[in-house]
C-alpha cells in the first residue's frame, strides 16, 4: 500500500451518532476523510441535504481518526507508518493536555481525544495494534507517552465503571482491550515484557470476568443484540492477540455459536436489537471478528457471514482482515462450535429455505426494543420481515420509532407500547411457542411457530380481559403483494428468493406505505395490520418459498395434506 496523502484531524471529535441527516434519518455520506478537513459546505446525505453543524462536524471528525487509525493499521504490516504514528502520537498528547472532553453529554464516560471514553478504545486499540506490529523501532519511542496514556485513561475508566456498578457494560471490554493492547505496545517499544495479564485479561475485572459475568450460558451478550453482541466479541478477539486458544474460557465459543446459529445461510446477520441494519463500516466488523474466529476454533461457522460482508463492502475493500494471520500462540480450538435453536433470547426455526427467528428474551436494557414475540422471517439472502435495526442515536424521533412496537411485526394492543417483558418458551419435536403476559395491562398472547414438511405454520393466539384493538404486525422490507380470495388472504413477498403466505383468520389484513428498516427511513415499504376488535383472536399464517395448497376448516388448518390443529390452548 502507497504512503498515505493528507493527515488526520487535527481536532477532538465528537460523538458518531450524531452523523445524522436531521431531516431524512439517514446516516450522512463518509467523505474526505482522507483530507483531514471538514468538507466545504458541509457533509451531504443521500437526499441531497448539506449539513453542517458542530456536532456533525464532531461526528465527521470521530468517523475520519478511525478511517485513519484503518489505514495506519494497514500500513504497519508492511512495515510503514512509523511517522504517521509518531506525528498522531505528538497531536495526541497536544488535543488531550486539557484532560477530559469538556464537550462530551452529561450520561457520558468521558473521553480524551472523542467525547466517549469508549470511542478512545475503540479509535486506541487499532492504533496500538499498529505500533504493536512496528515494534521494535527506536522512532516509535515518541509514542511512549500516547500509550502510557491510553492503559491509565483504561484503567480509570474501568474503576469507575465497576464503582457504578456497571462492570458488565459493553464499554469495560473495550477499555480492558485497549488496557491489554496499548500496555503490549507500550512494553514492545521499550523491549520489556509485558506484565499486564492478570490486570486485564485474567484477574477480577479483566476480560475473562467480563466474558463470564456479560455472557450467558448460551452464549448470548446480556444486550441480546447482534450488534453489541459482536461489539463485546470483536473487544475480546483483538484482546487476545498472542494467548493460546486453549486457554480461553469456553465462553467465547460460545458467543461464536450465537452468532452463526442466527446467521443464515447465506451470511445474512439479522439486526437484533438496538444496532445498524446495514452498514459497510460494520461489515467491515464482521469480516474482523470471522477473521479472527477462524484462527479461534477451527469450527466456527461462519463462512457464509464473512462472504455476505465482503460483498458488502464491495470493491473498495482494503484487505486488512487478510493480514491477520498468527493472531494466537495456539492452533485454532478443534471442538465443534453447536449454533443452538432455542437460546435465552431467540428461537431459529429453519424449513424449506425459510429462516424464521421469534423472539422471546429478556428485554436487554437500554439497547432493547419493543420487539417481543415478533416473527422474523428470512431466505439465505433474502430479509423478508427482518428485524429493522436502529438508526445512528443522535436522531431521536427515528431511534423512538425503531425501538417500538409499531416498527416490529409482532403484537400492539389499542396502538400503544407494550411493558418490557421476558416470554416463557415451551417446545416439542415440530415447534416452538412463546408466551407472554402482563406486558399490555390484562393481555395474554402466544405464538407458535411449526416447522412443517418445506413450510412454516405460524400461530398467533390472543386474549384480554376486556375488548381491545388487537393488531398482527407484519413489516417486510421487500415488494410485497396481497391478494383477498375465499378465506384465504395470499401474501407474495419478492427477493432473491420468494416467499408465499397464506394468512387465515377473522378480518383483513389492511395494508398502508410505511418506512422500511432503519438504514433508510425514508424507504417505502407495504406494511400491513391484520386487526381485530374483541376479547380474544387467533391469526394463523402459512409461509412457504413454493405455491402451497392450503384449506382451513373449523380449528384445522391442511398444508399440501398435511394437517395442524390451531385451537387455543
Same mark, same amino acid.
Given at each position: 500500500?502507497?504512503?498515505?496523502? *493528507? ?5 477532538? *471529535? ?32 443521500? +437526499?441531497?441535504? !448539506? ?23 494497514? &500500513? ?28 462530551? %453529554?452529561?450520561?457520558?464516560?468521558? $473521553?480524551?481525544?472523542?467525547? /466517549?471514553? &469508549?470511542?478512545? =478504545? ?35 475508566? !474501568? ?46 475485572? *479483566? ?70 441494519? !446495514? ?38 475493500? @482494503? ?53 417481543? &414475540? ?48 421476558? *416470554?416463557?418458551? #415451551? #417446545? ?19 405464538? /407458535? ?23 398482527? %404486525? ?25 416467499? +408465499? ?16 428498516? =432503519?438504514?433508510?427511513? %425514508?424507504?417505502?415499504?407495504?406494511? &400491513? ?25 373449523? @380449528?384445522?388448518?391442511?398444508?399440501? $395434506? ?8
Amino acid at each position: 500500500m502507497a504512503s498515505l496523502t *493528507g493527515h488526520p484531524p487535527t481536532e477532538r *471529535g465528537g460523538w458518531w451518532h450524531e452523523y445524522v441527516c436531521p431531516a431524512h434519518g439517514v446516516e450522512l455520506e463518509h467523505v474526505e476523510f482522507e483530507t483531514g478537513e471538514f468538507p466545504v459546505g458541509g457533509v451531504p446525505c443521500s +437526499y441531497g441535504c !448539506r449539513v453542517d453543524t458542530p456536532a456533525v462536524r464532531g461526528a465527521w471528525r470521530v468517523l475520519a481518526h478511525h478511517w485513519w487509525a484503518r489505514r495506519i493499521r494497514l &500500513l504497519s504490516y508492511d512495515g510503514g507508518g512509523a511517522e504517521l504514528l509518531t506525528a498522531y502520537a505528538r497531536l495526541y498528547q497536544d488535543l488531550t493536555r486539557s484532560g477530559e472532553h469538556e464537550q462530551a %453529554q452529561g450520561w457520558m464516560q468521558r $473521553g480524551r481525544l472523542f467525547h /466517549q471514553a &469508549l470511542t478512545d =478504545a475503540v479509535w486506541g486499540v487499532p492504533i496500538a495494534h499498529a505500533i504493536l506490529n512496528l515494534a521494535p523501532n527506536a522512532a516509535l519511542a515518541e509514542t511512549l507517552p500516547m500509550l502510557d496514556a491510553m492503559v491509565d485513561g483504561s484503567r480509570r475508566a !474501568r474503576d469507575a465503571m465497576v464503582a457504578q456498578d456497571k462492570f458488565s457494560s459493553n464499554y469495560t471490554a473495550w477499555f480492558n482491550a485497549l488496557g491489554t493492547v496499548a500496555g503490549q505496545a507500550a512494553a514492545a517499544v521499550r523491549g520489556e515484557p509485558w506484565g499486564g495479564d492478570k490486570e486485564w485479561l485474567t484477574g477480577e475485572h *479483566g476480560q475473562f470476568a467480563h466474558l463470564e459475568i456479560a455472557t450467558g450460558e448460551d452464549g448470548w451478550e446480556w444486550e441480546a443484540s447482534t450488534y453489541y453482541h459482536g461489539f463485546v466479541l470483536r473487544a475480546y478477539l483483538l484482546s487476545l492477540r498472542g494467548a493460546d486458544p486453549a486457554d480461553v474460557p469456553d465462553w467465547l465459543d460460545a458467543m461464536i455459536g450465537a452468532l452463526a446459529g442466527i446467521a443464515t445461510d447465506g451470511g445474512i446477520l439479522p439486526a437484533l436489537h438496538d444496532g445498524p441494519y !446495514r452498514r459497510v463500516p460494520l461489515a467491515l466488523e464482521w469480516l474482523e471478528i470471522v477473521a479472527l474466529a477462524r484462527q479461534f476454533t477451527a469450527n466456527h461457522g461462519l463462512d457464509a457471514v464473512a462472504a455476505h460482508a465482503r460483498a458488502e463492502v464491495g470493491t473498495e475493500y @482494503d484487505g486488512l482482515e487478510d493480514r491477520f494471520g498468527g493472531w494466537f500462540a495456539g492452533p485454532p480450538r478443534s471442538g465443534a462450535v453447536q449454533p443452538r435453536p432455542l437460546t435465552g433470547c431467540y428461537a431459529v426455526i429453519r424449513a424449506g429455505g425459510i429462516h424464521a427467528i421469534l423472539d422471546h428474551g429478556p428485554h436487554g436494557g437500554s439497547h432493547g426494543h419493543h420487539d417481543k &414475540l415478533s416473527l422474523y422471517l428470512y431466505g439465505p439472502t433474502t430479509p423478508w420481515q427482518p428485524d429493522p435495526g436502529q438508526v445512528p442515536y443522535g436522531h431521536a424521533e427515528w431511534r423512538r420509532h425503531y425501538k417500538s412496537a409499531a416498527a416490529h411485526p409482532t403484537i400492539r394492543i389499542d396502538g400503544l407500547e407494550p411493558n418490557e417483558a421476558t *416470554g416463557v418458551v #415451551t #417446545t416439542d419435536e415440530t415447534s416452538v411457542t412463546a408466551e407472554v403476559a402482563d406486558w399490555y395491562d390484562g393481555v395474554r398472547a402466544t405464538r /407458535q411457530v411449526i416447522a412443517g414438511d418445506g413450510y412454516l405454520v405460524d400461530v398467533v393466539r390472543v386474549t384480554a380481559d376486556r375488548e381491545r384493538e388487537i393488531a398482527l %404486525q407484519f413489516r417486510p422490507d421487500v415488494d410485497l403483494t396481497v391478494e383477498v380470495g375465499s378465506g384465504v388472504v395470499r401474501t407474495v413477498w419478492a427477493g432473491q428468493e420468494t416467499l +408465499y403466505g397464506y394468512h387465515l383468520g377473522v378480518g383483513v389484513p389492511v395494508t398502508r406505505p410505511g418506512p422500511g428498516p =432503519a438504514d433508510d427511513p %425514508q424507504r417505502t415499504r407495504t406494511v &400491513l395490520d391484520w386487526t381485530v376488535v374483541g376479547t380474544s383472536a387467533t391469526f394463523c399464517s402459512v409461509y412457504s418459498t413454493a405455491e402451497v395448497a392450503v384449506g382451513v376448516s373449523g @380449528d384445522v388448518v391442511t398444508v399440501d $395434506g398435511h394437517v395442524h390443529r390451531i385451537g387455543g390452548r
